[in-house]
């Protein structure tokens, strides 16, 4: 494999010479790309210079189109920076196209050979020659040196297979570094015909681009793969953006990597549709952490947002985890009735006022509790946010006071009966033992003071009456008495926040200038017109719904969760990503209705990705076997790749710690990059003091915290203590089975049962 002679495997000094040759014609073709791309830079440079010129010309005109230019160059001139190091990935060698027709990139848009392209001697010429990378780039003379691997032509590059390979020849991933090239390696998409180029029969370097990616070692961060998106991934990425499209995949079939890729390429196809934002839903931070770099590097920034679940809410951020059993009862859709209730019940706290008193028109009007208790049921009868229906409890008390002062009768005029009760109106609400009275008897609510008030046992029992169990009451208010969120508090608290509502709020005068007041022109001039730039940042900030939203990992979200999500997506497109065999949820039917739900009646498409990239066979088949107890009848994804190398096991016969730390050392003298090593969630402080001093390249996370991350080895520890975690627990073993693209320990401690080979005993035969 050429992945193994990148590692140190002897070279045949003749394919050496061809390499390095072929290395230098890409270098050449590199260095031709930066010298346009300084120009490039340097012609951004010298419009925003020409702008700040024109900007002292003074006139209104002058100034607008000077605040035109300097967007327009600095946007440019930030990606061409952005865009900087290790532009050009790829290459594909194409025969001559069946019409001679080129696109805006100047490529020839021609996807089949024309006839008469293979010589009946199967012998053929390279026609066109397309290097592809983050962003396109013409020369002097509006020629491709470089397509951007979103456009029409670059296509070919994804989905050219030997059984359908099109026009592509040679298909070539290039690995560089800064502005060096450092290695090529080729797919031959044609292998039975003899292909020249420029007179010479056509090279191929490697036996296969794809294995050379895998065996490449992984870092915290994820790297951009859209040099390795095989064919069916990329029927994903670019499929139509209508409706809903739901995508299927196990373990390392790049589920993950075609969300991102989507996104950038649908902001690509059509960037006015997607102008309100695409929004991407991860699961954990640590995946957020490991694949935010990959759209910036993909020329996409502004526009993209990708979230954690638990980061969805503005002002709130989760930093804690629930029990197996809280989450359960925090999660389902009980938790919407006991939600409903508790708004409801937070609006009377412990000292709510019992009476009314109130002077008016020189008597003093009293309303008893029984009076007030009638009232505000009558106003929350309604099916509006509880903030906004204090407007109508308040109309309600005047109409009692009104009715008890026996005012109504003095007038038998309806013009000098309103005017009667509209100075009575304004005599009560202007005083202050009314407005304080108000203000405790109909607080307005916020999300989070109601979550404090189901901290109260007692207070949440009432409201959970026949919806949570006493256990669960309990569990619940003393989780909430933490000081902090889970990721379920925050989907509690935006669907508080749909429930209770923002209160009106009166509209800030516009600040005026100085002048302004002094001389009147306020009058006289128009108020002055937000940039385009100023717009797309307010927009930004105020953004609570999106274009197209894509849910990574979405096996994994709660009935609530999907609510929160929903709402975001309400006029969206939407990319559903997941595998029901990775799932964390304990009931995943009542999650798939809360998805439906979200999604509406939207049309769905359905793909399904098959083949694993990150797990060799032998790691595979092991996790396979967690499969069949988990989800009985569930097909894994095929690995690609074998390396020869079994999963080892090993058993604490001494401290876990000790065990687990002598096995991470072993591996970190094995793998040239990360080492992962998975705990059962109660475990993950512990874990990180086995490992302090290991250095940066390993790393102890729980169970659910592993989901979507790779690493180069991986150590699970103790799979019977994961798998009782929760009613998942099989499902969630199988995840953390499937994280290593390279190397696999499993260490045993008691409860595991290990055999004489010290192989637990749920992952024997």
């Given at each position: 494999?050429a992945?193994?002679?990148?590692?140190?495997?002897?070279?045949?000094?003749?394919?050496?010479?061809?390499?390095?040759?072929?290395?230098?014609v890409?270098?050449?073709?590199?260095?031709?790309?930066?010298r346009?791309?300084e120009?490039?830079?340097?012609?951004?440079?010298?419009?925003?210079?020409?702008?700040?010129?024109?900007?002292?010309?003074?006139?209104p005109?002058?100034l607008?189109?000077?605040?035109?230019?300097v967007?327009?160059?600095?946007?440019?001139?930030?990606?061409?920076?952005?865009e900087?190091?290790?532009?050009?990935?790829?290459?594909?060698?194409?025969?001559?196209?069946?019409?001679?027709?080129?696109?805006?990139?100047?490529?020839?848009?021609?996807?089949?050979?024309?006839?008469?392209?293979?010589?009946?001697?199967?012998?053929?010429?390279?026609?066109?020659?397309?290097?592809?990378?983050?962003i396109?780039?013409?020369?002097?003379?509006?020629?491709?040196?470089?397509?951007?691997?979103?456009?029409?032509?670059?296509a070919?590059f994804?989905?050219?297979?030997p059984?359908?390979?099109?026009?592509?020849?040679?298909r070539?991933?290039?690995r560089?570094?800064?502005?060096r090239?450092?290695?090529?390696?080729?797919?031959l998409?044609?292998?039975e015909?003899?292909?020249?180029l420029?007179?010479?029969e056509l090279?191929?370097?490697?036996?296969g681009a794809?294995?050379?990616?895998l065996?490449?070692?992984r870092?915290?961060?994820?790297?951009?793969?859209?040099?390795?998106i095989?064919?069916?991934q990329?029927?994903?990425?670019?499929?139509?953006?209508?409706?809903?499209?739901?995508?299927?995949?196990?373990?390392g079939?790049?589920?993950?990597?075609?969300?991102?890729?989507?996104?950038?390429?649908?902001?690509?196809?059509?960037?006015?549709?997607?102008?309100?934002?695409?929004?991407?839903?991860s699961?954990?931070p640590?995946?957020?952490?490991y694949?935010?770099?990959?759209?910036?590097?993909?020329?996409?920034?502004?526009?993209?947002?990708?979230?954690?679940?638990g980061?969805?809410?503005?002002?709130?951020?989760a930093t804690?985890?629930d029990?197996?059993?809280v989450?359960?009862?925090?999660?389902?859709?009980?938790?919407?009735?006991v939600l409903?209730?508790?708004?409801?019940?937070?609006?009377?706290?412990?000292?709510s006022?019992?009476?009314l008193?109130?002077?008016?028109?020189?008597?003093?009007?009293?309303?008893?509790?029984?009076?007030?208790?009638d009232i505000?049921r009558t106003?929350l009868?309604g099916?509006?946010?509880?903030?906004?229906?204090?407007?109508?409890?308040?109309?309600?008390?005047?109409?009692?006071?009104w009715?008890?002062?026996g005012?109504?009768?003095?007038?038998t005029?309806?013009?000098?009966a309103?005017?009667?009760r509209?100075?009575?109106?304004?005599?009560?609400?202007?005083?202050?033992?009314?407005?304080a009275?108000l203000?405790?008897?109909?607080?307005?609510?916020?999300?989070a003071?109601?979550?404090?008030?189901?901290?109260?046992?007692?207070?949440?029992g009432?409201?959970?009456?026949?919806?949570?169990?006493p256990?669960?009451?309990?569990?619940?208010?003393?989780?909430?008495?933490?000081?902090?969120?889970?990721?379920?508090?925050?989907a509690?608290?935006?669907?508080l926040?749909?429930?209770?509502?923002?209160?009106?709020r009166?509209?800030?005068?516009?600040?005026?200038?100085?002048?302004?007041?002094?001389?009147?022109?306020?009058?006289?001039?128009?108020v002055?017109?937000?940039?385009?730039?100023?717009?797309?940042?307010?927009?930004?900030q105020?953004?609570?719904?999106?274009?197209?939203?894509?849910?990574?990992?979405?096996?994994?979200?709660?009935?609530?969760q999907?609510r929160?999500?929903?709402?975001?997506g309400?006029?969206?497109?939407w990319?559903?990503?997941?595998?029901?065999?990775?799932?964390?949820?304990?009931?995943?039917?009542?999650?798939?209705?809360a998805?439906?739900?979200?999604?509406?009646?939207r049309?769905?498409?359905?793909?399904?990705?098959?083949?694993?990239?990150?797990?060799?066979?032998?790691?595979?088949?092991?996790a396979?076997?967690v499969?069949?107890?988990?989800?009985?009848?569930?097909v894994?994804?095929?690995?690609?790749?074998?390396?020869?190398v079994?999963p080892?096991?090993?058993?604490?016969?001494?401290p876990?710690g000790?065990?687990?730390?002598a096995?991470?050392?072993?591996?970190?003298e094995?793998?040239?990059?990360?080492?992962?090593?998975?705990?059962a969630?109660?475990?993950?402080?512990?874990?990180?003091?086995w490992?302090d001093?290991?250095?940066?390249?390993?790393?102890?996370?729980?169970?659910?915290?592993?989901?979507?991350?790779?690493?180069?080895a991986?150590?699970?520890v103790?799979?019977?203590?994961?798998a009782?975690?929760?009613?998942?627990?099989?499902?969630?073993?199988?995840?953390?089975?499937?994280?290593?693209?390279?190397q696999?320990?499993?260490?045993s401690?008691e409860?595991?049962?290990p055999?004489?080979?010290?192989?637990?005993?749920l992952l024997?035969?």
């Amino acid at each position: 494999m050429a992945a193994q002679a990148q590692q140190g495997t002897a070279v045949d000094p003749v394919h050496d010479s061809v390499r390095d040759r072929e290395i230098r014609v890409e270098q050449e073709h590199l260095d031709r790309v930066y010298r346009r791309l300084e120009e490039k830079i340097h012609e951004a440079e010298f419009l925003m210079r020409d702008a700040a010129r024109r900007g002292h010309v003074g006139t209104p005109g002058a100034l607008a189109e000077r605040d035109a230019q300097v967007f327009r160059a600095g946007i440019h001139l930030n990606r061409l920076n952005n865009e900087y190091e290790d532009f050009l990935f790829g290459r594909i060698d194409l025969l001559p196209g069946k019409d001679g027709r080129k696109g805006p990139d100047g490529a020839y848009t021609a996807v089949e050979p024309a006839e008469g392209a293979v010589r009946p001697d199967n012998t053929a010429d390279i026609a066109e020659t397309l290097h592809i990378g983050r962003i396109g780039v013409l020369d002097e003379d509006y020629a491709p040196l470089v397509i951007d691997w979103r456009a029409p032509a670059a296509a070919p590059f994804y989905r050219s297979t030997p059984v359908d390979p099109g026009r592509v020849v040679r298909r070539r991933v290039i690995r560089s570094k800064g502005r060096r090239v450092q290695s090529v390696e080729d797919d031959l998409m044609r292998p039975e015909l003899t292909a020249s180029l420029d007179g010479r029969e056509l090279p191929v370097i490697g036996d296969g681009a794809l294995m050379a990616a895998l065996g490449q070692a992984r870092t915290h961060t994820m790297r951009d793969i859209v040099a390795s998106i095989q064919a069916e991934q990329d029927l994903v990425i670019r499929a139509p953006a209508a409706s809903v499209t739901y995508v299927e995949g196990g373990p390392g079939t790049g589920k993950t990597a075609v969300a991102l890729h989507r996104a950038a390429y649908l902001l690509y196809q059509d960037r006015r549709r997607y102008a309100g934002g695409i929004l991407i839903v991860s699961p954990t931070p640590l995946l957020v952490a490991y694949t935010e770099g990959v759209l910036p590097s993909l020329g996409e920034e502004g526009q993209v947002a990708i979230r954690a679940i638990g980061s969805l809410v503005d002002g709130a951020e989760a930093t804690l985890y629930d029990s197996p059993s809280v989450a359960r009862a925090k999660g389902s859709y009980r938790m919407l009735k006991v939600l409903r209730k508790a708004a409801r019940g937070a609006l009377e706290p412990h000292d709510s006022p019992q009476r009314l008193r109130v002077v008016a028109f020189g008597r003093r009007l009293e309303l008893e509790a029984g009076e007030l208790a009638d009232i505000r049921r009558t106003a929350l009868g309604g099916t509006a946010p509880v903030n906004l229906l204090r407007p109508r409890a308040r109309k309600l008390l005047l109409d009692a006071l009104w009715q008890r002062s026996g005012a109504g009768n003095r007038h038998t005029d309806p013009e000098l009966a309103a005017e009667l009760r509209a100075s009575f109106d304004e005599d009560i609400t202007t005083e202050d033992d009314f407005i304080a009275f108000l203000d405790a008897w109909w607080p307005e609510l916020t999300p989070a003071a109601v979550l404090d008030a189901m901290a109260d046992e007692r207070r949440l029992g009432r409201w959970a009456r026949r919806i949570l169990n006493p256990g669960e009451v309990r569990k619940v208010a003393r989780a909430l008495k933490r000081g902090g969120r889970s990721v379920h508090d925050i989907a509690m608290l935006d669907e508080l926040q749909a429930i209770v509502g923002a209160p009106a709020r009166p509209r800030r005068k516009r600040d005026l200038d100085p002048l302004d007041q002094l001389t009147g022109l306020e009058e006289l001039m128009p108020v002055r017109e937000e940039t385009q730039r100023e717009r797309a940042e307010r927009l930004a900030q105020e953004r609570v719904e999106y274009a197209h939203v894509i849910v990574d990992e979405a096996q994994d979200l709660t009935p609530m969760q999907w609510r929160m999500v929903g709402r975001r997506g309400r006029h969206a497109t939407w990319t559903v990503v997941g595998d029901p065999a990775q799932s964390s949820w304990s009931d995943p039917d009542e999650a798939a209705q809360a998805r439906d739900e979200a999604l509406g009646s939207r049309p769905r498409r359905r793909f399904e990705l098959t083949v694993n990239y990150r797990n060799p066979a032998e790691i595979a088949e092991l996790a396979s076997k967690v499969l069949a107890l988990a989800m009985p009848g569930s097909v894994s994804p095929k690995a690609v790749r074998s390396t020869g190398v079994e999963p080892r096991f090993a058993v604490a016969a001494g401290p876990l710690g000790e065990t687990v730390r002598a096995e991470a050392a072993r591996l970190l003298e094995r793998v040239d990059g990360t080492v992962g090593v998975v705990v059962a969630m109660q475990r993950r402080e512990e874990a990180r003091r086995w490992l302090d001093g290991l250095g940066d390249r390993v790393m102890a996370l729980g169970s659910l915290e592993a989901k979507g991350l790779e690493y180069d080895a991986t150590i699970v520890v103790s799979p019977a203590e994961i798998a009782d975690e929760s009613p998942a627990g099989l499902r969630v073993l199988y995840v953390a089975l499937t994280r290593a693209t390279q190397q696999l320990t499993v260490v045993s401690a008691e409860r595991d049962e290990p055999d004489p080979d010290g192989v637990p005993d749920l992952l024997r035969d």
